[in-house]
């Protein structure tokens, strides 16, 4: 099982922190580094700073939003920066849900989710393989463009830059049952969003066999404190905000997927908090037991035995957000040396 460090997305402005951690978790044996976005800072451009200041560690998308760009503009920041780096990208996209699609990007939500993103998804590997120019007449996406409020003088392209890859790693981030299927056939790898070690076939309807070489590379947040109800609340902020403040209460992949993980009282209590806007509350609804059934925390031995049963099931890439280099390199020590913890 390899090691990532998950950066996601910036908040009130770039952290100090992101490339020092970049750095030591290359230094560290590291196999990749992630960034993501919302609706603030970029995927692309972050990643691109840590490349210049790495020179082995790969470095993906976790995710970027497909609403955000053309299928074409996406391969074209993948070209590039896949040229730059010397070959280290791996490409993680995602759907996003209706609040921000709309909201931020204000454009309409996939009535065929699952269309547009094999659609999407096929546009990009046409590009990064550039055996000919782009043609796809498709529900959501057209290349040339043919809609009544055209032009009608598009003409089919291929990239005038050759790129480095054609076999690019493509990663979806998929939580139904449905778009995982679809993933399992269309990308090479999947990025889970809340991922439980010991419940991952229940929850998730994973076939037994994957396809060769597939990813699956799950988020994890690891912190190595004594305190493990405290070490928790980082973890029961960001599911408070997913649940509560990323998606309609009408809909909402991240809740649903709580609720099929056993906890759909309680997701349907912390929407109700954060809609309220009493998000401290939402915060504290979230049940410890289901932050810690998703996250590494605690003191060095039980992070060891915890870190076992992820190592048990079909993880390949184990993507770690971590506030400081100490629980980085006990994880690097844990899945490197095979020590217990004593």
Known sequence: MRLGLALGYWGRGPS?????????????????????EAWGSDAFTALTWIAAHTSRIRLGTAVAQMAARAPT???????????????????????SGPQVVEGWYGRPFPRSPLTATREYVDVVRQVLRREAPVRLDGRHHSHPYTGQDGTGLGKALKPITHPL????????GAEGPRNIAQTLTIADGWLPLYWTPDRWSEVYALPDTLPEGFLVAPMVRAQVCEDVPAGLLPVKAMLGFYIGGMGHASRNFHADLMGRMGYGTEAGRVQELFA???????VRAVPDAFADEISLVGPRKRIAGRLESWRRGPVTDLLVTSPDSATLRLLAELNGFGLDGD
């Open 16 to 36: 100090p922190a992101h490339l020092d951690l970049a750095r030591e978790a290359e230094r560290l044996g590291y196999d990749s580094v992630w960034t993501a």
């Open 73 to 95: 503009t996406t391969a074209m920041h993948a070209l590039t920066l896949d040229h730059l780096s010397g070959g280290r990208v791996l490409l993680g996209l995602g759907l």
């Open 165 to 172: 890859r054609a076999d690019v790693p493509v990663l979806l």
């Open 276 to 282: 309220a806007g009493r998000r401290e509350e939402a």
